[in-house]
DNA sequence: GGTTGAGTACTCGGATAGAAGTTGTCCGAGTCAGTCCGG
DNA sequence: CCGGACTGACTCGGACAACTTCTATCCGAGTACTCAACC
């Protein structure tokens, strides 16, 4: 099981849009965190196509949240990065081979898909109880409130 | 996120050798699921190379559990098949771009880090809590009590 | 001086190559069961 | 009839291609600002 490299960034992008006033450019977020400006703008197009975050063209637009970030949780940004679809496919096992289950025995997913599919909405409901918001909390409280600072600071200038 | 195909296939394949008393080949188990044998054969390797099953070579050989099947979960036939690593890979994008922090002010996983691990410390917790004979005597029950009976009778036949 | 128009620079968005991981297949090394021969 | 060695076939194990997905990049469409010319 292999998470896209896109969800940190995302993750952390969400962070910095949720600390600027106006919208931020996919160029800008790309030279704070460092990244491959292209290839984070494939990403916040993801955020965009989910309605997470809304772009607007020309000389002063980027990206800006459309609602507050405290609405806006963990669980949104990874699946509209990674995708939606869980991660454990069945691929209907039990209908193949001579031991094959007749279709109308198959209506109830089998135990091995159901024990998937609980540990996935265990992992999903973990990410859905922390907000954007919170992220930037905790970011803020481990650098004893100088990052979202800093952060604010590094937005407005140096345009 | 994406789970490996075999997965799936490991998890059938360690119900079905838990309700057989000698070993199974991994031809038999191949012909039982309707899955191309050389590629089953690869993912029980995993399993044989992380303890979990024990192969034995030779015409009556096969793979057969080292221990009892009570005492697997689930959780170590998915880490054996995909892999120990977390899917969340934290590529440290707090020490890039130009409000890079200090090395030693990165000794704490980030917050985002932290809050993926916990997601997927639930995934794991969940699949730790389920074990082979778990699984098949859920599927047991939801054939009323049939398909254990036939898959044994399966394996001791027809060979 | 105010207004209007074109020009320009900057933004996003999707279409396009390259790398990596997964999927699928094959053949060789090792081992046990059955068999054959000799006693 | 019994014991031992041999042949044979069956098993796993790792090495070898094909395909899908992820990673990375580029160029075109659209918009707001700037500036100059005109009224």
Redesign the interface.
């Known amino acids: ?5 896109g ?3 995302g ?2 992008c969400c ?1 910095s849009i949720s600390q600027s006033d106006g919208p931020v450019s996919a160029a800008r977020l790309a ?5 491959p400006p292209s290839y984070l703008a494939k990403h916040l197009q993801a955020l965009s196509r989910a309605g997470i975050v809304r772009s607007t063209p020309g000389p002063v637009g980027g990206y800006a949240f459309t609602r507050p970030a405290a609405e806006v949780s ?1 669980l949104q940004v990874v699946q509209a990065v ?2 939606p679809e869980p ?5 209907e ?2 209908r ?6 007749s279709p109308e ?1 198959c209506e ?1 997913p ?3 898909s ?3 599919a ?3 909405t ?6 859905a109880g ?1 907000s954007v918001a919170d ?1 930037a909390g ?2 803020d409280q ?2 004893s409130g100088t990052a979202m600072r ?2 604010r600071s ?1 937005l407005a200038g140096a345009p």
């Not at 193949?96 to 289950?101: D, E, F, M, Q, S």
């Not at 265990?122 to 990410?127: F, G, I, T």
């Open positions: 099981m292999k998470l896209s490299n969800v940190e960034w993750l952390h962070v030279e704070l965190h460092g990244v963990v990674d995708g991660a454990f496919r069945c691929t096992i039990r193949r081979g001579p031991l094959a289950l025995r109830k089998c135990a091995v159901r024990a998937m609980t540990a996935e265990a992992w999903r409901e973990a990410l922390i992220l905790r970011i481990d650098s800093d952060l590094w």
